[in-house]
């Protein structure tokens, strides 16, 4: 069983930065790693990808150049550094684990992780 606890949410003004952690316990060594997002009345996003090895790594096109998902495998942690935020990537920020196999093939698309965090809150404001 693989258990992930994100943190590092919080209230920012509009050009600011954010840095979510991912805590990772369980064996998750064949899986891949990804964030998501939920904004309310909106369906859930795919924001970045990063593989079992933390060297490849996948972006959707709203955060290209402006947020970085990076991983340090000795301490079980998956990071999503998020910089130039605007108000539209207001959401519940989740973090997720799914066989790697199945997220090559479809890296945003949350149907094929398996494993969820509890999500946190991120809220730019203009």
């Known amino acids: 069983q693989v258990q992930l606890v994100e943190s590092g949410g919080g209230s920012v003004q509009a050009g600011g930065s954010l840095r979510l952690s991912c805590a990772a316990s369980?064996?998750?060594?064949?899986?891949?790693m990804g964030w998501f997002r939920q904004a309310p009345g909106k369906e859930r996003e795919g924001v970045a990808t990063?593989?079992?090895?933390?060297?490849?790594?996948y972006d959707a096109d709203s955060v290209k150049g402006r947020f970085t998902v990076s991983q340090d495998i000795a301490k079980n942690m998956v990071f999503l550094q998020m910089n130039s935020l605007k108000p539209e990537d207001t959401a519940m920020y989740y973090c997720?684990?799914?066989?790697?196999?199945?997220?090559?093939?479809?890296?945003?698309?949350?149907?094929?992780?398996?494993?969820w965090g509890q999500g946190t809150q991120v809220t730019v404001s203009s």
């Open positions: 997720a684990a799914g066989l790697a196999p199945l997220v090559a093939l479809r890296p945003l698309n949350g149907a094929v992780y398996n494993y």
């Open positions: 369980g064996d998750y060594s064949s899986l891949d």
């Open positions: 990063i593989d079992t090895g933390g060297e490849s790594t």
